[in-house]
């Protein structure tokens, strides 16, 4: 089974843009049918889904979020990242990475991202 982990700044000031990294291990990011995403969850908020990137390269987006977010990968360093441009406080969360292969899926222990002056 693969393994996540996630990596990027603790705090974001608002209007910037937010970059997180997620490096697997365990497994190529180019594995056939694995999926890769980013999940957040809020403060006293459920998870979610921001987008997905495959095996082959195709992105999969979030409507609510598609103007906003990036996401693209790093075959060589086995990383995929995201990119949320124009954050704000409400934009506060944990992020996590996903791997789903079939019906397993892997998760990065997430990590805080706090949106602040």
């Known amino acids: 089974q693969v393994q996540l982990q996630e990596s990027g700044p603790g705090l974001v000031k608002p209007s910037q843009t937010l970059s997180l990294t997620c490096t697997v291990s365990?497994?190529?990011?180019?594995?056939?049918?694995?999926?890769w995403s980013w999940i957040r969850q809020a403060p006293g908020k459920g998870l979610e889904w921001m987008g997905a990137?495959?095996?082959?390269?195709?992105?999969y987006d979030s409507p609510s979020l598609k103007s906003r977010t990036s996401i693209s990968r790093d075959t060589a360093k086995n990383q995929f990242t995201l990119q949320l441009s124009s954050v704000t406080p409400e934009n506060t969360a944990v992020y996590y990475c996903?791997?789903?292969?079939?019906?397993?899926?892997?998760w990065g222990q997430g990590t805080q991202v706090t949106v602040s002056v």
């Open positions: 996903a791997g789903r292969h079939y019906a397993m899926d892997s």
């Open positions: 365990g497994g190529s990011i180019t594995t056939n049918y694995y999926y």
């Open positions: 990137i495959a095996y082959s390269g195709s992105l």
